[in-house]
């Protein structure tokens, strides 16, 4: 289990350099780019957002660790430790400092995610599930991907880049379960794993959470679309390991309670940074910066 908690940790931390080297660049995007696969390819021919896909991929390696060391409920909320680092990063590339504000917020939804962790004290099951429920979830998780798209183009700014970082933690939380029972099927050999839907529905996934993920830090600063990934992703994940895995959270009012109030904590710390007047500003200041945009004078707050 401590193997599984040092990965975890460890897949946080570059999670947190690839968001924020990534957003770094998709920000510079023209936003007609949104929501296409050229938003992809233009980014593919930018250094530093191929040193933050590398990062990335680490995390993904540090990931599959912890998955083959603890189950998929204790793993995921711990990567989502990546918000603490990643906030005060991106704002130091930026050339700005955070604020009490700024610093509440992400402070909030960590500690919130932790209390809801402590509480739940998640034990792990088998990922196996039949083919009706893993389609029932996929049909679920397309439906409400959908309409937090179609509630983004309705929106723009911080609004905007939550509802796509929903969409995108819906995909990202789904791809973390395929993952998992991927991982599983590498032991039981090439038939096994090459033979499974599933693992053809993780690589659709994580190229569909991608390109989500990108378009939602093009659309607004990192603080309007971390905070959303990293809530929603683990209780995709949650939900889909007690569902599908036989994966369980400790029951009874007082964890329930406990859980409640993090979850709480948590969406408070959403709130506080999706409506930051500093964090409005450095939005501005990236969309400024876009090619082909007509004022480039933005300024943050300091």
Known sequence: MLIAIAASLAAGACFALAGVLQQHEASARPSEEGMRLRLLLALAR?????????????????????????????????????????????????????????????????????VALAAARPRGGAPMATTGGWLLTIGIVAALAAGALAGGRTVSGSPRASLIALAAGLTMGTQSALLDITVHRIGEGAGALFGAWQTYLLVVASIGGLLLIQSAYQAGPLAASAPV??????????????????????????????????????????????????????????????????????????
């Open 229 to 302: 990934i990293d809530a929603v992703e683990p209780a995709v994940a949650v939900v889909i390991g007690v569902a599908l895995f036989g994966e369980s959270v400790r029951a009874g009012w007082l964890a329930g309670t406990a859980a409640g109030a993090g979850v709480l904590l948590l969406l408070a710390g959403i709130v506080l940074l999706d409506t930051s007047p500093r964090l409005a500003a450095l939005h501005e200041r990236e969309k400024a910066a876009r090619p082909g945009s007509a004022d480039r004078s933005g300024t943050v707050p300091r």
């Open 46 to 114: 930018r250094r530093l957002w191929l040193v933050g896909l590398g990062f990335a991929v680490l995390s993904y390696g540090f990931q599959m660790l912890a998955l083959a060391h603890g189950p998929l409920i204790l793993v995921q909320p711990l990567i989502t430790t990546e918000l603490v680092f990643a906030i005060p990063l991106a704002a130091r590339l930026r050339g700005c400092r955070i604020g009490v504000r700024e610093w509440s917020g992400g402070i909030a939804v960590a500690v919130g995610l932790a």
